[in-house]
């Protein structure tokens, strides 16, 4: 008998690609990859991940995905995670909380356009896991002598007013 496989890597249209490893540090080959959509929002008690068999401590998660910007905007990223998170675009980091703790980081504007890769990346050492992940456009104007940095105005009015940092006026 012959049997002939060929493997093709998963694709996740519109959304991210996930991959769970069994260890903090995002290293050697997952144990379990899925599809996942935007925003990310997962939450897990001590019955663990489902993907991971269970595991509930001392894993680390990886999305990714390609997302279209548009037209040249500006745009904040939020995080909030138990334990730590970072999120890089196109490769760049935009906020890291590689921590032991639990927090909400808001990113200074970005500004994107056309298709961006998002990374989102998050470590679990113990306890119970959650992993928040979203963006939002946010219009910048420079000060009325055009002078400074420039003053943010999010879009969502239920949102944060301006990110955190010397976007502030």
């Keep these: 008998a012959y ?7 998963r694709t996740c249209e519109d959304g991210f690609q996930v991959v769970y490893f069994d260890n903090e ?4 080959s997952p144990v379990a990859s899925s599809c996942d959509t935007y925003p990310v929002d997962h939450h897990w ?15 680390s998660v990886r999305w990714t995905g390609t997302f279209d910007f548009g037209q040249g905007q500006y745009y904040s990223f939020t ?10 675009v196109d490769g760049v ?3 890291d909380r590689w921590s032991s703790s639990s927090a909400t980081s808001t990113s200074e504007p970005v500004r994107l356009s056309g298709l961006v890769n998002v990374n989102y990346e998050m470590v679990q050492h113990s306890g119970d896991a959650s992993a928040t992940m979203f963006w ?12 400074g940095p420039p003053t943010c105005v999010d ?5 944060l007013a301006c990110p955190q940092g ?3 006026a």
């Design 136 to 147: 939002g456009e946010v219009l910048c104007s420079t000060h009325s002598r055009g002078v």
């Design 155 to 159: 879009v969502d009015e239920d949102a």
């Design 25 to 28: 540090e995002l290293a050697g």
């Design 3 to 9: 049997a002939d496989l060929t493997w093709e890597p």
């Design 93 to 95: 980091s935009v906020l």
């Design 45 to 59: 008690d001590d019955s663990g991940v489902s993907e991971m068999g269970g595991l509930g401590n001392h894993f």
């Design 166 to 168: 010397s976007w502030k």
């Design 79 to 88: 995080s909030t995670s138990d334990d730590g998170s970072r999120i890089l």
